[in-house]
């Protein structure tokens, strides 16, 4: 599995952000998926998952109700709709595929990452 993630950039806090993860690979649309963060200094932190189906969606407290995530099997991409962005939300974000876990997504495959930065 391939995953190559896009859309990431310079936005005002307050804006809106929409990553995609284009996917590729046997039996791709059959992997839960979802998105991870790193910002400089921190550990890498738990976004968002959704399941193969696209039925069931998990988000990490930090971006409850303000992000999320979606996916199109018939396209092989994952979305992640970020809005009320604020200056926390800078990290690297990176996309993943796997399966449910407690934590969130124990993913099996990464993507390259994509950078949002978030100004105050």
């Known amino acids: 599995v391939q995953l190559q993630a896009s859309g990431g950039g310079m936005v005002q806090a307050g804006g809106s952000l929409r990553l995609s993860c284009a996917a590729s690979?046997?039996?791709?649309?059959?992997?839960?998926m979802g998105w991870f963060r790193q910002a400089p200094g921190k550990d890498r932190e738990f976004v968002a998952r959704?399941?193969?189906?696209?039925?069931?969606?998990y988000y990490g407290d930090s971006v409850k109700d303000r992000f999320t995530i979606s996916r199109d099997n018939a396209m092989n991409t994952l979305y992640l709709e970020m809005n009320s962005l604020k200056p926390d939300d800078t990290a690297v974000y990176y996309c993943?595929?796997?399966?449910?876990?407690?934590?969130?997504?124990?993913?099996?495959?990464w993507g390259q990452g994509t950078q949002v930065t978030v100004s105050s």
């Open positions: 690979g046997r039996f791709v649309s059959s992997y839960d």
């Open positions: 993943a595929a796997g399966a449910r876990s407690l934590s969130g997504l124990k993913a099996s495959f």
């Open positions: 959704i399941s193969w189906r696209g039925s069931s969606t």
